[in-house]
C-alpha cells in the first residue's frame, strides 16, 4: 500500500515510453489508460492507509542516493493527496480533450506525461532534495512543450520561462543545502522537527525563507516575480497549460505553506505581511492587466496571476479556515482555469481566433458549449453555488480579521475583475459572428463528456465543498500548529 | 665578501619582469617568444643562485630541465610560426585575429 | 628502483611507449590507409595502461625517490586521462581520414600528451609535475595547429603556444620560488632535508609549512605559491587566462578540442588537489585563498557571460569550459578547509570525471554533425536539428542540460556536490555569486536548445558520415544521464577516502 | 656591507654582468629590429653565463653558452632571415613609449616583486662550507652523479625528459612536414 505513491508515478511514465515507441494512432490509448488509471489510484491516496508518520500517510522510504542524503521519501497528507489527484486528473483530461499536434504526437504526450508524473513526485515527496529535483526537472518537459507545440512566439517564451522559473529554485537549492550542512538531512519531517525544536541556527532559517519565498513566488507568479508567465501562457500548448497552470503553478503555494512557513522560522512569520500584500497587489495587477487584453487565452492567464495572488493569501495569512480555503482554491483553480482553457482551445480551434473582436455567435450556434463556458466563468468570478466562491470566501473570512486593508483590496479588485470578465466572456459568445469562416464547435462525445463532468465537479463542490474541506483542512495547519496557538 | 642572495634574487626578478614587460608590449610573435626566453633565464640564474646558496644541487638540476624544455619549446614554437608566417604574410600578433565569436 | 616503482609509474610509460610503437608503426608500414590498425593499436596501449593503474589498487605508494605518488584518486585520474585518449582517438579517426593529415603523428601526440599529462597528475616532485606539463603542453601546440590547410587551427596553435610559454615561464618562476623559499626556512629553522627528497617536493614543501612557524605567509613562498596555482590554472584554462581557450577551441577540429579542454583540466586540477592539501589547515594568511575565490569567481562570470551570445559552438564550449573550470576552483577552494577537504576532493573529482564525458560528447557531436570534415561550428547550422538529425539534437540537448546543471543530469549532482562543500566550507556569498553566473549560463546553452528545437528551418538534411563521433557522442550522452541517475553505482565509491598527498609526519619524512 | 660586497672581486663581476644583463634584456624588449634583438638576447645570455660562473655552476654556463646561445638562438636567428624579417616592420613610432613602458614595468614590477619577496628576508650570504659542497657540485662529474643517482628524484624527470624532445621532434616534424591537401600546396 505504501507503494500507491510509486505507481501512481511509474504508471504515466511507462505509459509514455510504451507510447513513444509504438505506432502514434495508438500513442494516445495508451497515454489515456495509463494517465486514467493513475488518476484512478490517486483517488485512494485521499483515503488514509500505509504506513503512518507524523501525520503523513503512505510512507514510503527508499534509498536513492543515500550518500547525499537523496531519498526516495513519499507520504501524502491531505493537501498532497489532492493535489496528486488534480495532477493525474489534469493529465488525463489533456490526454483525452486536447489534440496533440499532428508532426510530433509522441513527443507531445511525452512530455505531457512525464510533466505530470514529476509534479507528483514533487507534491508527495518527503525528501526536500528530491522535492528540488522533481521541482526543477518537471520545467524541462514544459520547456520542450512550449518550444516545440507552442505559439508564435514559443521559441523566446520557453527561454524565459526556463530561465526565470530556475533562477528562483536555484536559489532554493543554495538554501537547502545550507539545511543539509546544518542538520545533516534532507528529511523533511525531521527538517521541521529540528526547526519546531530551535536546533537551527536561525540566520541560515532566515536565508531559507527567503531563498524559498523566490522560487516558490515565481511558480505561484506573485507580482514582482510573475514576468515570464504572460508569454509562457499564451504560447504553452493548451494540454501543457493545463497542468502548467493547473497544477505546477500549485507547487509555488504548496511549497509556501509545506516549506517556506515551516522551515522559515519566525523570519517566515514575519515575511507574512509583505507576502500577504504581494497577493493582494497581484489580485489587482492581474484584474488590471487582464483588463487590458483582448485575447480570451491572455485574460484567462493573467486573471490567473489574480486568484493565484488569492490562493496565497489564504496560504500564508496563518488561519485554518483560510488555509484549508486556500488549498481547496488550488484545486478549484487547477479545474475552472483547466476548463477555461479548454473552451479556449475550442474556440480558437474552430473559429480560428481568440480575439474577442473576432468572436461572437457562440450561442446562438453551439448552445451547450456556450452554457457550459458561461458556468465555467461563473466559477472563476466566483459565483455563489460554484465552487470558485466556496474557497475564495473562505479565504476571504480568514485573511479579514489579519489583514483587512489588503484582503479588502485583494475582494475589491477580484470583483472588478470579475464584471470584465462577465463582459469579455460575453461578447465573445453573444451576439452575431463576427468572422467570415465562423464554424459551429461541435463537441464529440469524449470532448462533451470531459467538459460536462468538469460542470458537475464545479456545481458539486460548489454546493457540497464540506467532504473535500474535511480532507483540505488536513494541511500546513499541522505544521503551523507546532509554532503558534491554534486560532478557532 | 660574498654576494647576498637577495642581489641575485633582485637582478633575476628584474629580468623577468623585463621578459613580462616584452610579452605584453610586443606584437611580433618571434619577439615575443624571446622575452620569454628571457623570462626563463630570470628563472634559471633564480635556482642557481637558491641552490649555490642552498648547499644544494637540485638548483642546478632544474636549470637542466629548464633548457630541455626551453629547447623543446623552440623546436615546435618556431615551427608553428613558421607555418603560420607561410599563411599569412604579416607579422604582428594583431594579425591572429581570425578567431572571434 | 624495482619493479613495485615501474609499475606505479606503468601507466604513463605505458602511453608513451604506446606512442612510439604507433609512431614506428606508422612509419614502417608503406600503405596509407593504417587507419584501422593504429586506431586498434592505439587504443590497445590505452587499456594497458588503464589496466596498469587499476592493479594499483588504491593505496598510497610513493617511487622513484618519492618522486611520484600513486593513490586512489590518481588512480581514478589516470585510467580517466587514459580513456580520453581512446576516445579522442576513436573519435578523429574520421576527421583525419577527411584532412589527408598524418595519422601516424597524430595517434602518437594524443597518446605522448597523456603520458604527460599522467606523469603530471602523479607526481610529488614539482620537477616531475613541470617536466608532465610540458611534455603535455607541447604535445598540444602542436595538437591545437594540426589542421596547418586551415588559417584558423594555425592561428590557434600560435596563440595557444604563446601564452602557453609564457605560463610556464611564470609557472617555473612559481616553482623557483617556492624551491628558494622552501630551503631556506628549512635551512634557517635547522631542519634537514630527508635522503632521496628534494626541496621541491611537495611532502617537503608541507614539512615546511607546517613544522616552520610563520612560513606559510612568507611572501618568498607566497608570491611562489601564487604564480605556481596561478599558472596551474592558466593550464586548466581558468580566467583571467581564460582568453585563448575559446579561440583554441574554435580553431582546432573538434576532438582535439575535447581532448584539450578535458585533458588540461583533469591533469591540471589533480596536481591543485595535491598541493592545497598540503596547504589545507596551514597558516598561509588571506593571499592564497583571495587569488582562489578572485579566479574562479572571475572564470564563472567571465565564462558564463562569454558563452551568452556566441555564434559560434565551439567558442560556447571554450567559454563553457572557463566557467566550468570556475565551479571547480571553488571545489578546490572548498578542499582548503580542513573539515570539508574529503567532500571537496571527492566533489571535485566527481565534477572532473562529469566535466570530460560531457565535453567530449559535446565536441563529438559538433564532429558529427561536420560535413565534409569541416566541424558544424556556426550555432545557426543547428537550427530546426530537432527535425533534421533528432537523435543528434536530443544528444547535443542533453549534454546542453548538463551543463547548466538542470537534474536528472550528471551536471546537477556536480554542481550540487560543489556547492555543499562550499557552503560547508563557509563560502556563503562565494556560492551566491557562482549561481548567478551559471543563471547566466543557462541562457547560453538555452540559446543553443532553442535553435535545434524551437525553430524553423529550411535547412536540408546533413548527410554525416562520420560513425565514429556519433558513437562516441551517444555512448558520452548515456552516460551522462546513467550517471545523473544512478551515480553512486556508476562512480561515487571510487572516490571515497582518497588522499592527495602523503600525511606529513616527522617518520614520514625520515 | 653592500657596497664592500659589491667592490670585492666577485662582486665586480657580479656589477659587470648584472648591468650587461639587464642592458641587453632592456634591449631585447625595445628594439625594433627582430635581428638586433635576437642578438642582444645572445648578450643577455653570454651575461647570464657570466654569472653562473660567479655562482659557481661552470657546467651550466658551459650549456648556456653552447646551447642556448649557440643552438637556441641560432634557430631565432635562422627564422628571422628565413622569414627575411631582418629589415622588416622598421615602423619606430612608439618606440620611445614602448621604451619607457618597459624600464619602468621592470624595474617597477620586478622592484616590487622583489621588495615584497624579500620583506623580511634576512640577507642570506654563502655558508661556510660552500667552498667543499659548491667547488664540485657545478662541474660536469658533480652534476652527473646527482643527476643519475638512482637514489635522487632527478632520474625519473630526466628520462621523462626525453619524451618531451621526442614530442618536440615529431611536432616540429608535423608542422615543417609537407602538407598533404593538394589543394593547399599553392598557398
Known amino acids: 500500500m505504501n507503494e500507491l505513491i510509486l505507481v501512481i508515478v511509474a504508471l504515466p511514465l511507462i505509459a ?3 507510447a513513444s515507441l509504438v505506432h502514434e494512432k495508438s500513442a494516445k490509448s495508451i497515454s489515456i489508460i495509463g494517465s486514467a488509471i493513475a488518476c484512478l489510484l490517486s483517488i485512494l491516496g485521499i483515503t488514509t492507509g500505509g504506513t503512518i508518520d507524523r501525520g503523513f500517510h503512505h510512507v514510503f522510504n527508499a534509498p536513492w542516493l543515500p550518500k547525499l542524503g537523496l531519498m526516495f521519501s513519499f507520504g501524502l497528507d491531505g493537501m498532497s493527496s489532492l493535489l496528486v489527484l488534480l495532477t493525474t486528473f489534469l493529465t488525463v483530461i489533456a490526454v483525452i480533450v486536447i489534440p496533440a499536434p499532428k508532426n510530433a504526437v509522441r513527443a507531445y504526450y511525452l512530455s505531457i506525461l512525464v510533466a505530470g508524473a514529476l509534479t507528483n513526485v514533487a507534491f508527495a515527496s518527503l525528501n526536500i532534495l528530491l522535492f528540488y529535483i522533481a521541482f526543477e526537472a518537471a520545467l524541462i518537459p514544459v520547456l520542450i512543450a512550449i518550444g516545440m507545440f507552442g505559439g508564435g512566439d514559443r521559441s523566446k517564451a520557453a527561454i524565459q520561462f526556463f530561465v526565470f522559473t530556475v533562477i528562483g529554485s536555484l536559489l532554493l537549492l543554495s538554501a537547502i543545502i545550507g539545511l543539509r550542512i546544518a542538520t545533516g538531512t534532507f528529511d523533511y519531517l525531521t527538517l521541521k522537527d529540528l526547526v519546531a525544536a530551535g536546533a537551527v541556527d536561525p540566520s541560515l532559517l532566515r536565508w531559507f525563507a527567503i531563498a524559498s519565498f523566490i522560487a516558490f513566488a515565481t511558480k505561484a507568479a506573485v507580482v514582482p516575480l510573475h514576468a515570464w508567465l504572460g508569454r509562457a501562457y499564451i504560447n504553452t500548448p493548451t494540454g501543457m497549460l493545463l497542468l502548467l497552470s493547473g497544477a505546477m503553478a500549485k507547487l509555488g503555494v504548496y511549497g509556501l505553506i509545506r516549506f517556506t512557513l515551516p522551515l522559515g522560522g519566525d523570519f517566515a512569520e514575519s515575511l507574512v505581511p509583505l507576502i500577504v500584500t504581494l497577493g493582494a497587489v497581484s489580485v489587482v495587477y492581474g484584474a488590471f492587466v487582464a483588463a487590458a487584453q483582448t485575447d480570451i487565452k491572455a485574460v484567462i492567464a493573467f486573471s490567473s496571476i489574480s486568484h493565484m495572488g488569492y490562493i496565497v493569501i489564504g496560504a500564508v495569512v496563518g488561519d485554518d479556515a483560510a488555509r484549508s480555503g486556500s488549498v481547496l482554491q488550488m484545486l478549484n483553480h487547477g479545474i475552472t482555469t483547466g476548463a477555461l482553457f479548454i473552451c479556449c482551445d475550442f474556440i480558437s480551434r474552430y473559429r480560428g481566433s481568440r480575439q474577442v473582436t473576432a468572436l461572437g455567435g457562440i450561442w446562438s450556434d453551439s448552445p451547450l458549449f456556450s452554457r457550459l463556458l458561461l458556468l465555467f466563468t461563473f466559477s472563476s468570478v466566483a459565483l455563489p453555488l460554484t465552487n470558485g466562491f466556496v474557497g475564495e470566501f473562505l479565504i476571504l473570512l480568514g485573511a479579514f480579521h489579519k489583514f483587512p486593508y489588503q484582503t479588502a483590496i485583494a475582494s475589491a479588485g477580484a470583483i472588478g475583475s470579475a464584471v470584465y470578465m462577465l463582459w469579455m466572456i460575453q461578447r465573445s459568445i453573444y451576439g452575431g459572428s463576427k468572422s467570415d469562416a465562423s464554424k459551429v464547435i461541435s463537441l464529440g462525445v469524449s470532448e462533451r463528456s470531459v467538459l460536462l463532468a468538469l460542470a458537475l465537479m464545479i456545481i458539486g463542490i460548489g454546493v457540497a465543498p464540506s467532504p473535500l474541506l474535511a480532507i483540505a483542512s488536513d494541511n500546513g495547519h499541522k505544521v503551523g500548529a507546532a509554532m503558534q496557538p491554534e486560532v478557532k | 665578501m660574498s654576494i647576498p642572495l637577495n642581489y641575485y634574487i633582485v637582478l633575476s626578478m628584474i629580468l623577468f619582469s623585463l621578459g613580462i614587460a616584452g610579452v605584453t608590449t610586443r606584437r611580433n ?16 640564474l633564480s635556482l642557481i643562485a637558491f641552490g649555490r646558496y642552498l648547499g644544494d644541487a637540485g638548483g642546478q638540476m632544474l636549470t637542466i630541465f629548464v633548457m630541455a624544455v626551453a629547447a623543446a619549446e623552440v623546436s615546435v614554437g618556431l615551427g608553428i610560426l613558421i607555418a603560420i608566417f607561410r599563411t599569412k604574410d604579416n607579422v604582428d600578433v594583431d594579425v591572429l585575429n581570425g578567431l572571434k565569436g | 628502483m624495482n619493479f613495485g616503482d615501474i609499475h606505479a609509474a606503468g601507466a604513463p610509460i605505458l602511453m608513451a611507449v604506446g606512442g612510439c610503437v604507433v609512431l614506428l608503426t606508422d612509419l614502417a608500414s608503406k ?35 618519492n618522486g611520484i605518488a600513486v593513490e586512489g584518486l590518481v588512480v581514478t585520474m589516470q585510467i580517466l586521462l587514459a580513456a580520453i585518449a581512446a576516445v579522442t582517438i576513436v573519435a578523429s579517426s574520421e576527421i583525419l581520414q577527411s584532412f589527408h593529415l598524418p595519422k601516424g603523428e597524430y595517434r602518437a601526440l594524443i597518446l605522448l600528451a597523456s603520458a604527460g599529462a599522467m606523469v603530471l597528475v602523479q607526481s610529488l616532485d614539482l620537477v616531475n609535475a613541470f617536466v608532465g606539463i610540458e611534455i603535455m603542453s607541447v604535445a598540444f601546440y602542436v595538437l591545437a595547429g594540426y589542421r596547418r590547410a586551415q588559417a584558423a587551427s594555425e592561428e590557434a596553435g600560435a596563440k595557444y603556444f604563446l601564452m602557453g610559454a609564457f605560463v610556464s615561464a611564470i609557472l617555473l618562476f612559481g616553482i623557483a620560488l617556492i624551491y628558494g623559499s622552501v630551503g631556506l626556512a628549512m635551512k634557517a629553522n635547522g631542519l634537514e632535508l630527508p635522503q632521496g627528497y628534494s626541496f621541491t617536493n611537495i611532502v617537503t614543501i608541507s614539512k615546511a609549512i607546517h613544522q616552520v612557524p610563520g612560513f606559510g605567509t612568507s611572501p618568498l613562498f607566497l608570491l611562489g605559491a601564487v604564480m605556481l596555482i596561478g599558472s596551474l590554472m592558466f593550464k586548466a584554462g581558468v580566467a583571467p587566462f581564460h582568453m585563448v581557450a575559446p579561440d583554441v577551441y574554435q580553431g582546432a577540429p573538434a576532438p582535439i578540442a575535447g581532448f584539450l579542454a578535458t585533458t588540461s583540466k583533469v591533469a591540471a586540477f589533480t596536481i591543485l588537489m595535491r598541493f592545497f592539501t598540503i596547504l589545507a589547515g596551514a597558516d598561509t594568511g ?17 565564462g558564463n557571460t562569454g558563452a551568452a551570445n556566441q555564434k559560434s559552438i565551439k567558442r560556447l564550449f571554450g567559454y563553457s569550459s572557463v566557467a566550468h573550470g570556475g565551479y571547480i576552483v571553488l571545489g578546490l577552494l572548498a578542499s582548503l578547509g580542513t573539515e570539508s577537504q574529503a567532500a571537496a576532493i571527492t566533489a571535485v573529482t566527481f565534477y572532473i570525471v562529469a566535466y570530460a564525458i560531457t565535453t567530449i560528447g559535446s565536441f563529438a557531436v559538433v564532429a558529427w554533425l561536420g560535413k565534409d570534415g569541416e566541424d558544424a561550428d556556426a550555432i545557426s547550422a543547428y537550427r530546426g536539428l530537432g527535425k533534421r538529425n533528432l537523435g543528434a539534437a536530443i544528444t547535443l540537448g542533453i549534454f546542453l542540460l548538463s551543463l547548466s546543471g538542470i537534474p536528472l543530469t550528471v551536471g546537477f549532482l556536480t554542481k550540487l556536490g560543489v556547492f555543499m562543500a562550499l557552503l560547508s566550507a563557509g563560502g556563503t556569498w562565494v556560492a551566491v555569486v557562482a549561481l548567478i553566473g551559471s543563471a547566466i549560463g543557462l541562457y547560453a546553452y538555452l540559446r543553443v536548445i532553442s535553435e535545434m528545437f524551437f525553430v524553423d528551418s529550411t535547412q536540408q538534411e546533413t548527410s554525416s558520415t562520420d560513425g565514429a563521433s556519433k558513437l562516441v557522442a551517444v555512448s558520452a ?3 551522462v544521464i546513467v550517471m545523473g541517475v544512478f551515480p553512486s553505482q556508476a562512480l561515487l565509491p571510487s572516490f571515497e577516502a582518497s588522499v592527495t598527498a602523503p600525511p606529513v609526519s616527522g617518520d614520514e619524512v625520515k | ?51 653562473y660562473l660567479s655562482l659557481n655552476a661552470y657546467f651550466l654556463a658551459t650549456v648556456q653558452v653552447i646551447v642556448y646561445a649557440g643552438a637556441i638562438m641560432v634557430l631565432f636567428l635562422f627564422v628571422i632571415m628565413l622569414l627575411n624579417m631582418g629589415q622588416a616592420n622598421l615602423n619606430t613610432s612608439y618606440r620611445g613609449v614602448r621604451t619607457i613602458i618597459a624600464f619602468s614595468s621592470a624595474i617597477g614590477f620586478g622592484g616590487l616583486m622583489s621588495a615584497v619577496a624579500l620583506k623580511g628576508q634576512p640577507d642570506v650570504m654563502l655558508p661556510a662550507d660552500a667552498m667543499v659542497t659548491g667547488s664540485s657540485a657545478g662541474s660536469v662529474e658533480g652534476i652527473g652523479k646527482v643527476l643519475y643517482n638512482p637514489n635522487l628524484p632527478w632520474l625519473f624527470a630526466f628520462e621523462w625528459t626525453s619524451f618531451l624532445l621526442l614530442v618536440a621532434v615529431i611536432g616540429a616534424v608535423v608542422l615543417a612536414g609537407k602538407r598533404q591537401q593538394p589543394s593547399e600546396d599553392k598557398a
Open chain 2, 29 to 44: 610573435p618571434i619577439l615575443i617568444f624571446m622575452s620569454i626566453e628571457l623570462m626563463l633565464n630570470a628563472v634559471n
Open chain 4, 1 to 51: 656591507m653592500t657596497l664592500q660586497a659589491l667592490l670585492s672581486g666577485q662582486g665586480l663581476m657580479f656589477l659587470f654582468f648584472a648591468v650587461a644583463a639587464i642592458a641587453s634584456g632592456l634591449l631585447v624588449v625595445i628594439l625594433q629590429n627582430p635581428l638586433r634583438a635576437a642578438l642582444s638576447l645572445v648578450i643577455n645570455l653570454f651575461s647570464v653565463a657570466g654569472l
Open chain 3, 286 to 302: 588571506a593571499a592564497i585563498n583571495v587569488v582562489v575565490i578572485g579566479l574562479a569567481l572571475l572564470s564563472i562570470i567571465v
Open chain 1, 16 to 18: 509514455a515510453v510504451i
Open chain 3, 31 to 65: 600503405r596509407s590507409d593504417t587507419r584501422k590498425f593504429g586506431t586498434f593499436l592505439a587504443i590497445l596501449f590505452c587499456i594497458a595502461s588503464m589496466l596498469c593503474s587499476y592493479t594499483l589498487g588504491g593505496q598510497l605508494r610513493t617511487a622513484f625517490s
Open chain 3, 477 to 479: 550522452a548515456t552516460l
